[in-house]
């Protein structure tokens, strides 16, 4: 007959539910071969979306990350196209949403329907339902549409009707907007940009590359041939490896002073939650160079990404934005 366990046997029980952290030479294996991968990831969507292979490279890191992705430009860029390529090489699920200015939170979120033969109401779950939301033109909605969003972003759940629905994991929102100053936007609320852990431009592209895509096969013809390079366990192994990239003291004093710089002067400042971001984002984009630890170049090439849009930047930052100077202004701690 068994024995109820004592105290003293069940701590070893508890101590398994925890996370074991993996070694070192554990994680610089797991890097090596993550990267193989990732590369074929980079030169499907390269050839896609072409002359960007740092935004490619970005983006990628964003969802390695498991954060929200905001691309914001001109229309006729390619930011749909970007969103589109990330989401179906990722081999997620992925439903896209035409933003317009008459949308109710309802036609996102879901809603109750009376059924006559249950006598009963049921709910029909929105577009949100999804692995991965394309949000096209996310400012050209009402502010009341755009928060809708916010409690799906942040806790990965639904409350609608008094009842709280879980999203399918993982849960991303890759959102497209316009330059505000264009007609018929709405700026999204710091709120919700806080909620975006990085934000791109892309920008004009090179004029050779403008010629190949003159040239060259229609982009979105492409996009239809595309097969998902990851799946759902893939991007599951590939999170929980990030956690495990390495940033030794050095590097985490960089990363602080670079936050408090943000918080001097005339800038918002970064918040907890954009400091915990900028570190995911620094893990991730090592990840992606095949790294298994952070270096000061790797928060260089993603605190722009990642601060200017919390930073109050409006429209798409220059090489004089809030990040940019405060790169210049912190030096590198060794």
């Known amino acids: 007959m068994l024995q109820d366990a004592t105290p003293e046997q069940a701590v070893p029980e508890q101590a398994a539910l925890e996370k074991i952290r993996r070694s070192q030479q554990e994680v610089e294996q797991l890097v090596t071969q993550t990267k193989v991968k990732l590369d074929q990831f980079l030169n499907q969507l390269n050839q896609i979306v072409l002359d960007k292979p740092q935004q490619t490279k970005l983006a990628l890191s964003c969802i390695l990350a498991g954060g ?20 179906k090489l990722s081999g997620l699920s992925y439903r896209r949403v035409q933003f317009t200015s008459d949308m109710l939170p309802s036609d996102i979120l879901g809603l109750s329907i009376f059924n006559p033969e249950k006598q009963e109401f049921e709910f029909r779950e929105g577009p949100i339902f999804t692995q991965v939301l394309l949000a096209d033109e996310i400012n050209r909605t009402s502010p009341k549409t755009q928060s809708a969003l916010l409690e799906a972003m942040e806790e990965n759940q639904v409350s609608q009707d008094g009842v709280t629905r879980t999203l399918p994991q993982p849960f991303f929102v890759i959102a497209t907007q316009n330059p505000i100053n264009q007609s018929g936007t709405y700026p999204l609320p710091e709120s919700q940009l806080d909620r975006f852990l990085m934000c791109l431009s892309l920008g004009f592209p090179s004029a050779q590359a403008e010629r190949e895509i003159l040239l060259g096969q229609d982009r979105r013809t492409m996009l239809k041939a595309v097969e998902s390079l990851l799946n759902t366990q893939y991007l599951k192994d590939y999170r929980s490896l990030v956690n495990d990239i390495h940033l030794s003291e050095p590097v985490l004093d960089y990363l602080q002073h670079l936050v408090e710089q943000t918080r001097t002067g005339q800038h918002t400042g970064l918040s907890t939650r954009g400091l915990l971001a900028l570190k995911r984002a620094a893990q991730a984009y090592a990840l992606v160079e095949g790294r298994a630890f952070v270096i000061p170049e790797d928060i260089q090439a993603v605190f722009v990404a990642v601060a200017d ?19 210049r202004q912190v030096p590198v701690i060794s």
Do not use: F, Y
């Open 68 to 87: 929200h992705l905001l691309l914001q430009d001109l229309p006729g860029m390619g930011k749909t196209t970007m969103a589109e390529s990330l989401a």
């Open 309 to 327: 849009h919390r930073l109050g930047v409006k429209g798409i930052g220059g090489a004089d934005s809030p990040a940019h100077q405060i790169l």
